[in-house]
């Protein structure tokens, strides 16, 4: 079992050796560690079947909605996934070593500045052991020890895909200790985890706001917040609006319980006459609980379409509920979603180049589209392989966190014995 | 004046305001407003140094050192390098808008990721009124608003550069209040400074542990500190020592107060009783005081070495104090760098090339250095142009911050209606 009694602080201080390690691994390696990895889950896929079972039946899981349970469930596919998946981070590029920048200064220093590992990430996160394998791969392919602080309710599931990483490792040459489950705990053991200042490099809280709030309280470490999304959809004058109702529909219906899922439409007053009545029958059919604003209600027609309060353009729904307004101009839009957005994915749609130019210049978020759904601020749609999650924040990584968001640099510069005068 | 009755909180408000016209200004304006501060700064020089003058007059300024005077104390040549470090950085290239990535996803969207500002930025800092204008020229250039905090004892000084600052950018077409001087004031007024959430963008602090430890307990913006830094030399077993020798004393002595000299001088044991005495006595004369660890101490000859406490090999001494200790290996060294350094600077003097690869590859720091001194790890040095401080962080910026380090990014996506299925 990878869960065993070390404290926390022993745990990080293991996985700190590991990071050093790793830190030089080559590429093979560290792919023969995938490859392993892969294989082991697909070879012991019973193991893990039997263990997601015992978490599932365990009378503690009889707390969890539909839809979590859902989410902890393994099955024989999931698993097949999870080693697909582990292949597919096998075949992206090392980032470790890459040559950033090179030059020579004026006193004669040949300067590189190059790609390296942070060192030991943690990640703290809901019940979903498939996250276990995912942020596993990730790490050990960039270089890094991971910490992982799982849920009490995939304890076992967990344990059992933590071993076969850790025994992937050692089979391919590198520190089990790279890949370190912690044990079970609550928040004091959160909370120590978030202090291990020197040890801790990157600690990563999926999951809900309330788990934020307890780590932002005490962090001493350096913390990236996988962010919810308050993200819009804006109707300019000149959109296709038969591709409007399509992006406004998807982007709100397609998975409403995601970050990047849609939570408010904009709609430009120019055609919010004729374009309101068809988008709102249009989502009120998908099952769409729908609140507006005092301009946007009028036009709704035989649509139930409820008063929207000062909440409204604040809340992250991550249901099956939008909030619409109607919006003067592109500026108005833009002043909008700075207002209300929380920096994670915001869309026009529009045929008008100047509208384009001016709301994606304009939005102050992670990404902004022009004529698509906000859902697909995606690690993997934008091509990076995986991701540990989404970051609205503006320092290190914005977007998706992949594996090179999991990589800091250092200077190295060599000379024939420079001094400063 | 620049300095105001307003609260902090609208003063952050004025800056975000002006941030987001500034993030879209032309580099032809953003130079302008350079250019224009740097004519005013020689066109008012007299004025200048008469508030300078005010501030080293006011009874307040004689609780201070003769160091800090002298940081404090502008003369003519020094408003002159003020106005001449502006147009340096008016010369360098515009970081905003650069094409970091541009690829065609599976789905169809072109994705581009683009360096953007990132808003408003806050410095607080030390009684050097050229911070002033090294600060803003560096946040103008890079599409920021910045927002300062200086010293009481610079009130005077401060306030007379940053009403040049401000009426060159209305002069270049641009908002004043893209560099706004905060009233002085305390903890009070830098915690509210720290909490700015959705205003401040980025903090930075420069100068004193005390003004960190107080920021890293209230603030809830983002936060980039200025480090200090505990650096070593390492002395290699093929390293040539009368290089080692200049290299040494210079990483040393030739300025002891700031964050990129050295306070741990590593040798060899190969080559210890050959080198010891003569660096000891180099450094004696250079009025170096030494502490050494008991390897050390009896290879010192008649040379004065105090014996080295476990607070030694951690200690920031800025100031003419050097620890020396005799290490084994490289393995050695790079283990004492680790367990004691700040991830700062830190050099090898060595002939072997993989000595060398070893050691960078090894020390965990922001910037290491083979066959040359740590004094080098500096923003003009690196040929950034200027710096608004260095960072031992390894997220977001690490080693000098420059203006890329004031940037981030944004993903722009555009589509022909691209849903997700």
Chains 1, 2 share one sequence.
């Not at 020197?198 to 005490?218: C, F, M, S, T």
């Not at 899922?261 to 099952?287: C, Q």
């Not at 353009?313 to 833009?334: C, F, P």
Request: charged share 25%; glycine share 8%.
């Amino acid at each position: 079992m990878a869960v065993t009694t070390t404290t926390v602080a022993e745990s990080c201080a293991a996985a700190k050796r590991a990071a050093r390690l790793l830190a030089s691994a080559s590429t093979e390696a560290k792919n023969a560690a995938l490859e392993a990895t892969a294989r082991l889950l697909e070879e012991r896929s019973a193991e893990i079947l039997e263990a997601n079972a015992a978490d599932l039946a365990d009378e503690h899981a009889a707390d969890l909605t539909v839809a979590l349970r859902d989410r902890l469930a393994l099955t024989p596919a999931r698993v097949e996934a999870m080693a697909a998946g582990v292949r597919v981070v096998a075949a992206l590029e090392d980032p470790v070593g890459e040559e950033l920048e090179h030059r020579t200064l004026a006193s004669g220093l040949d300067l590189r500045k190059l790609r390296v590992p942070l060192g030991v990430v943690a990640v703290v996160y809901e019940a979903r052991p498939n996250v276990t394998i995912d942020c596993a791969a990730l790490t050990i392919k960039s270089g890094n020890a991971i910490v992982l602080k799982g849920s009490s309710y995939a304890e076992r599931s967990n344990g059992a895909l933590a071993t076969i990483v850790r025994e992937a490792l050692a089979e391919a040459g590198l520190p089990a200790d790279a890949v370190t489950l912690l044990a079970g705990g609550g928040r004091d053991e959160l909370a120590e985890l978030a202090t291990q200042e020197g040890l801790v490099d990157l600690l990563i809280p999926r999951g809900g706001e309330g788990l934020k709030a307890a780590i932002k309280e005490v962090a001493t470490v350096p913390v990236m917040y996988a962010a919810a999304g308050n993200c819009h959809v804006y109707v300019h004058a000149e959109a296709d609006l038969e591709m409007a109702r399509r992006i406004a529909v998807n982007a709100k219906v397609q998975r409403p319980g995601v970050c990047n899922s849609a939570e408010t439409l904009l709609i430009d007053a120019a055609i919010a006459e004729r374009f309101a009545p068809v988008v709102l029958a249009d989502l009120a059919e998908a099952g769409v609980e729908l609140v507006g604003d005092e301009r946007l209600r009028p036009l709704a027609g035989t649509i139930d379409v409820g008063a929207a309060t000062a909440e409204d353009w604040d809340a992250e729904y991550l249901e099956l509920k939008l909030a619409v307004a109607v919006v003067d101009s592109v500026e108005a839009a833009i002043e909008h979603v700075n207002a209300h957005g929380t920096g994670h994915s915001e869309a026009i749609v529009t045929d008008s180049e100047v509208a384009a130019d001016e709301f994606t210049a304009g939005v102050d978020a992670a990404a902004v589209y022009v004529n698509a759904s906000t859902r697909f601020t995606d690690g993997f749609e934008y091509g990076m392989g995986a991701e540990i999650g989404n970051s609205t924040q503006k320092l290190h990584a914005r977007g998706p966190i992949g594996m090179r968001e999991l990589t800091t640099f250092k200077y190295v510069a060599r000379g024939d014995g420079q001094v400063r005068g």
